[in-house]
């Protein structure tokens, strides 16, 4: 295509998320200084070595398009991915990339927003990886690659951490020495995209918005956040992402005597990393699946025993949080599981009742995450609202902010 017909192709920025084996993207049209909802999205999975990469694209109102991708010479299947990805935004969503969002899961202390990526930041993040081990070098792998394969579109880093930097400074601490904390040993927090999206999305829907909120970022990772006038007031999530809430694959909190235990008892730390982020949480409790809807499916005791321990969980740091707060204005559910599992919902807001929560029952269940909608009664003095998480379109506005 010559150079007139691409620079008359309207505008468009491409947020990506880079994972081990998997790389999720989507593109959002530039509508004057903001940009629209998503276009063209899609997956692309099996790119671990030895996989078989394949990718999945979706137009709105079309069905998904599978395509099996063939590895050029040399090409690694990371390598294939993206040259799919950006040949179908090229093609089949006929734009023009004006700059590339990444979600980037750690920004440490330096980066409270996001941040247009050059060399320097680069390797800046690069000394993160130890604070993120099994999401930030996929997520830097990412950047490398589009940099090299798209080395004139702006590349913006978007961090999962940087909402939380409003926390109050006790929420950010640990009761280890302060030399620690001047380290960096301290929580940070996750899931911030999705609660920024949130925050700002009550606050324009509904009047109490602004005020005393609790967020639920429910999927295979899970945290909740407190947050007032917008700003992150503390989070279950720590120095890690696998702190916290029970998840599908990971533990959530522990009592640290549980890790000095296991070490005593031989195991060395690859293999308590494995149980800790990968055998444990819905998966290790049930002994079935790390997916709440195949357990939800099931008729094994563990099953149940893990969705009740989850919720649980749920329930129990939500009075935490809800401490901290001094009281609660909206009650909000958000990821894979807050957006689709109405009984989850049910069973939290029944819990939280003592605070004036009340769900209405229809209303609950004819929420499918498919928009933001209210499921409170009448007479809850709570709001409660689901509310679908869109990361992409947070980075996306700030990458071409920064583009």
């Not at 980037?104 to 247009?116: K, L, Q």
């Not at 006038?229 to 640290?256: F, H, I, Y």
């Amino acid at each position: 295509m010559s150079a007139g017909a691409s620079s008359a192709r309207p505008p468009a920025v491409l947020a990506v998320n880079a994972g081990s084996s998997s790389l999720k993207f989507a593109v959002y049209p530039v509508q004057g200084a903001d940009v629209g909802p998503a276009g063209l999205s899609g997956m692309a999975e099996g790119l671990e070595p030895g996989g078989q990469p394949v990718i999945r694209i979706q137009a709105p109102g079309q069905p998904a398009a599978k395509t099996v991708l063939a590895l050029r010479a040399g090409e690694s299947s990371f390598e294939s991915a993206l040259r799919a990805v950006i040949s179908a935004v090229e093609q089949e969503g006929g734009v023009r990339l004006v700059a590339v969002a990444h979600r980037v899961v750690h920004g440490g202390t330096r980066f409270s927003a996001s941040v247009r990526i050059d060399d320097a930041t680069q390797a800046f993040l690069e000394s993160l990886n130890p604070l993120a081990p099994l999401h930030q070098p996929h997520n830097l792998a990412g950047v490398k690659a589009f940099r090299k394969a798209c080395p004139d579109i702006p590349q913006v880093a978007c961090f999962d951490t940087a909402f939380h930097t409003t926390a109050p400074d006790l929420a950010q601490r640990f009761a280890l020495p302060q030399s620690y904390f001047e380290q960096g040993v301290r929580r940070y927090g996750f899931h911030g995209l999705s609660y920024r999206y949130v925050s700002e999305r009550l606050a324009a829907i509904t009047p109490r918005g602004k005020g005393r909120l609790l967020i639920a970022h429910l999927g295979n990772g899970a945290s909740l956040c407190a947050v007032h006038e917008g700003r992150s007031q503390g989070t279950t999530m720590g120095l890690s992402a696998v702190d916290g809430l029970m998840m599908g694959t990971r533990s959530g909190a522990l009592d640290p005597g549980v890790l000095l235990h296991l070490l005593r008892q031989g195991m060395d730390g690859p293999a308590l990393e494995k149980l800790l982020y990968k055998e444990s949480g819905l998966l290790g409790v049930s002994g079935v699946s790390a997916d709440m809807r195949t357990l939800r499916a099931s008729t094994e005791p563990g099953a149940r025993l893990a969705i009740d321990l989850f919720t649980y969980r749920v329930v129990r740091e939500s009075g935490a949080l809800v401490a901290c707060l001094g009281g609660l204005d909206v009650l909000a559910f958000t990821g894979g599981i807050g957006e689709h599992d109405k009984a989850l919902r049910a069973d939290v807001g029944a819990a939280l009742a003592y605070l004036g929560v009340r769900i209405d029952a229809a209303a609950n269940s004819a929420a499918d995450g498919s928009a933001a909608v209210p499921i409170h009664a009448s007479d809850s003095t709570v709001e409660v609202w689901v509310v679908p998480t869109d990361e992409g379109l947070v980075a996306a506005r700030d990458a071409l902010a920064l583009a």
